[in-house]
């Protein structure tokens, strides 16, 4: 099971907890204010199962405590990786402008489109390198291929952090006796 699937179940039976909690809770309050009649037995096994669905909820709301901080700690792992990944890319696509400010400042011969990028990085280091590129005119020229492939231009269609924590297996289960259906004392 997917933790977003499994988050939703998970609060669904924490929402059945709470409503046969508040539902008993009720009935034992109708009884102690004299609205309504019950047999001894009849309210003993109401306590009884007041009693056992509060444990039940205690233990659900225990658990949910723990399955978000893992849901949330999976979140921030998520987005460190896609902060340091886009870190990564910045910093490359830099270096690599860099490296056309260079050529272009030695006079070199770039592909139009790495002087865009370079433009469009910082319009003063185009300009930089291309008046430098002016007092180097004398001397031979290199050419050079782009730095850029093909591929760095794709946008990337990359998940946030919340779309990649909801798709990944979930390692926590919630206990049986809190997932049950009937809550009343045996």
């Known amino acids: 099971m997917k933790i977003g699937e499994a988050?939703?179940?998970?609060?669904?039976?924490?929402?059945?907890?709470?409503?046969q909690k508040r539902e008993l809770t009720a009935q034992k309050k109708a009884l102690e204010n004299g609205e309504i009649k019950m047999t001894?037995?009849?309210a003993d096994l109401l306590a009884k199962s007041l009693d056992r669905i509060e444990l039940q909820y205690e233990k659900a709301s225990e658990f949910m405590e723990g399955f978000n901080t893992y849901k949330n700690l999976?979140?921030?792992?998520?987005?460190?990786r896609q902060q340091r990944d886009a870190m990564a890319e910045?910093?490359?696509?830099?270096?690599?402008?860099?490296?056309i400010m260079r050529r272009i400042a030695r006079g070199d011969k770039v592909?139009?489109?790495?002087?865009?990028?370079?433009?469009?990085?910082?319009?003063e280091m185009y300009q930089m390198a291309k008046n430098m590129a002016m007092i180097a005119e004398n001397e031979k020229r290199k050419e050079h291929d782009s730095l850029w492939d093909e591929?760095?231009?794709?946008?990337?269609?990359?998940?946030?952090?919340?779309?990649?924590?909801?798709?990944?297996?979930?390692s926590m289960v919630?206990?049986?006796?809190?997932?049950?259906?009937d809550f009343s004392a045996e």
């Open 7 to 19: 988050s939703r179940v998970y609060s669904a039976q924490m929402n059945k907890l709470f409503a």
């Open 40 to 42: 001894d037995e009849q």
């Open 74 to 80: 999976l979140h921030d792992a998520e987005a460190s």
């Open 90 to 99: 910045k910093t490359e696509e830099e270096m690599k402008c860099m490296e």
């Open 111 to 123: 592909p139009p489109y790495d002087e865009q990028k370079l433009l469009d990085f910082n319009a």
């Open 151 to 170: 591929d760095d231009e794709k946008p990337a269609n990359e998940m946030t952090a919340d779309e990649v924590v909801d798709n990944t297996e979930c």
């Open 174 to 181: 919630m206990p049986a006796e809190i997932m049950a259906d």
